[in-house]
């Protein structure tokens, strides 16, 4: 197959989710820009700068700029392991921000999962640059790491706005829903994939059976003291 022909729409199809991604934080973080903490400015900005050189490669790519695709591939390291030390700078203030602790709990838990899911897309796309498929498709699912907290708090909003801040759900039913989402939209690009290819690329059977485990767990995490215990021994030490 022409390399020209590989991904020839995915710089258009992660316009999308990229939209989902400012609108879910876009109360909590865009409206405030000028109010919230720096820290939050650095995870903030460079997370976006991140979504936005995964949708700019695959554009280059297509129209046979490797060089360029290469020298921001090679920025977009340092900028992997900004979005990687300003997200760990975080976390602490998870815990001291006031929230019901089986809340904040559940919400570190995700964190460290995305932050695993993240960093563990990277290096495997590091290993398979060489295999523009695999290459391409581990770097997807680095984007997809972070959708989680973007689309409960889109859903979130939107069921609150509808219903004059009743909303039906509690914060453990926004993670089950945002799991499904991305769960099902998982599926769907597999099975497009296998499809054209008759692939199964384990970059989302990752995601897929974390997304698994994590629906499984999350309940029992929320309320486990030995996890309290670590969190509040790691991050307030």
Known sequence: MDKNKLFPKTHIWLILPFIVVISGFYF????KFLDVPFRQHIHGLTATC???LVIVQPYLYQKGNIRLHRKIGLIGLFLAGGVVFSMLQMLPFILSSGIPSDIAYGILFL???ALG???FSIWMGIRNVKNIRIHGRWMVATVIWSFQPAVIRLIDFSIRKTTNGNSPFNFTELVYISN?????SII???LDDYRKEKVIYSSYMVICITMILMSTLYSYITKASWWGYFLESVLKS
């Open 28 to 31: 909590s973080y865009w409206s």
């Open 50 to 52: 991140w979504f936005i």
């Open 111 to 113: 964190n460290f999962i």
């Open 117 to 119: 899911g993240f960093s």
């Open 180 to 184: 499904a989402i991305i769960f099902l």
């Open 188 to 190: 769907i690009i597999m």
